[in-house]
């Protein structure tokens, strides 16, 4: 996946000074500025992911991102049945 052909998103971050100072000393080692370094190792993290077949994907997703395995509560399934009404 090439950065420089997806649209780019801002996001500005709060990094520890400790961790600024070592993110910073290990890209001028690899010679980059620590943001292209930190864009590097994002980049890399996305592509482990893609590197997943889709039941390793989906077992990840599902112990680190439990997103829907929480029951709706009462209130919940109530005005979903009235949206589903209208």
């Known amino acids: 996946m090439d950065i420089a052909l997806q649209p780019v998103k801002r996001k500005v971050i709060d990094i520890p000074a400790d961790t600024f100072r070592f993110l910073s ?9 620590l943001k292209k370094y ?10 482990d992911l ?11 997703l599902m112990q680190n991102i439990p997103d829907g395995l929480v029951p709706a509560d009462k209130n919940e399934q109530d005005e979903f049945r009235k949206w589903l009404k209208q």
């Open 38 to 47: 930190i864009e590097n190792l994002l980049q890399k993290d996305v592509e």
């Open 25 to 33: 000393i290990k890209a001028a080692g690899k010679g980059m500025n």
């Open 50 to 60: 893609e590197a997943m077949d889709d039941n390793n994907l989906y077992s990840h």
